[in-house]
C-alpha cells in the first residue's frame, strides 16, 4: 500500500472546524518565519501583518515556533497563530511532547503539519489531525504532491497545502498548471475544504498569480523575510493575495 492509500485509510472525510470568529477562510495568506527570527522581530512582524490583513481584508496565518506561541497570541494583532508542529499524544506523562490541549492553552488558533522540513508517517499524521479537530485546533496540512494531497483531504483538515518541495527556497517563476484542475477535482469531494498552493513564492506577483489560478491560499518565508523591512514585504504580499483572489472571482469585471 502507497503512503498515499495508508492516508486514505486513516480516518474518513470530516468537515473542517469553521466555527467562531478566529477561522480560516479565504483568502488567507500564511507566513512561515520557521526559527529564522527572535521574539522582538517575530513581534513586529506580526503587528505589520495583523495589519495589512486587516487593511485589505485577509486573514494571515503567522506560524509560530512552540515557545513563543503564547507571546505572539498575546499580542492580539489579529493574525490566526498557528503551531508548527504537534504530536498526536493524548495528555500524560510524556516529556518532550506539544499536544493539542497544550497549544490551545498557549493561544493557538491551529497548527501546520507534515511540513517537508517535519514530515510524519501515514498513521502519525493520521492521529495527530485527529486529536487536533477534536481539540478545537484548525490544521493546515502540507503535501509534496497531487495524489498525497488527495489523500490527506480525505482527513478532513481545515486546509491542504499542496507544496511541491522542489519549489521551496526557489523563486518560483514556474508555470502552476496543476492548481486549477486539482482545486476542481478535490472540491467535487470537499467543497469546505481550503485548498493553499505554495513553495518559491518569492515575489507579490507569484502570490497573485497563483490566487488568480484559483487558490484560497498561499504563503512564504524567504520573500517576505528577505527584504528585511517586514512591514512593507508584509503589506505587499497579503495586498496580491487579496487582488489575485479578487481576479478569480467570477463576475462581469473578471
Known amino acids: 500500500m502507497s503512503a498515499s492509500d495508508d492516508l486514505a485509510a486513516g480516518v474518513g472525510a470530516v468537515l473542517p472546524n469553521q466555527e467562531g470568529s478566529g477561522h480560516l477562510e479565504a483568502p488567507f495568506f500564511e507566513i512561515g ?13 506580526a503587528w505589520a501583518a495583523g495589519e495589512a490583513g486587516q487593511e485589505h481584508s485577509v486573514r494571515v496565518v503567522l506560524t ?7 507571546v505572539i497570541a498575546g499580542l492580539d494583532t489579529g493574525v490566526l497563530v498557528f503551531g508548527q508542529g504537534m504530536d498526536p ?15 490551545q492553552d498557549a493561544g493557538a488558533s491551529g497548527v501546520m ?20 479537530r477534536g481539540s478545537g485546533l484548525q490544521t493546515i496540512v502540507c503535501a509534496g504532491g497531487e ?22 527556497g526557489t523563486d ?9 484542475p486539482f482545486n476542481l477535482s478535490v472540491r467535487r469531494a470537499h467543497p469546505r475544504l481550503l485548498l493553499m498552493h505554495a513553495g518559491g513564492v518569492s515575489s507579490p506577483g507569484i502570490a497573485r498569480a497563483i490566487m488568480r489560478a484559483g487558490a484560497d491560499g498561499t504563503g512564504s518565508t ?10 512593507v514585504s508584509a503589506r505587499a504580499f497579503v495586498q496580491a493575495t487579496r487582488a489575485g483572489w479578487q481576479e478569480a472571482q467570477p463576475g462581469p469585471s473578471n
Open 33 to 45: 518565519p520557521k526559527n529564522l527570527l527572535r521574539r522582538s522581530d517575530l513581534e513586529r512582524l
Open 64 to 70: 509560530v515556533p512552540t515557545a513563543l506561541i503564547s
Open 89 to 103: 499524544d493524548a495528555m500524560g506523562s510524556s516529556v518532550g511532547r506539544v499536544t493539542a490541549e497544550g497549544l
Open 113 to 132: 503539519l507534515n511540513h517537508d522540513s517535519h514530515l510524519m508517517s501515514p498513521d502519525e499524521l493520521a492521529r495527530t489531525v485527529e486529536r487536533a
Open 147 to 168: 495524489s498525497e494531497a488527495v489523500a490527506v483531504a480525505n482527513l478532513g483538515p481545515t486546509a491542504v497545502l499542496l507544496e511541491p518541495p522542489e519549489l521551496i
Open 172 to 180: 518560483g517563476s514556474v508555470d502552476r498548471a496543476w492548481i486549477r
Open 222 to 231: 524567504s520573500g517576505v523575510l528577505g527584504t528585511g523591512d517586514y512591514a
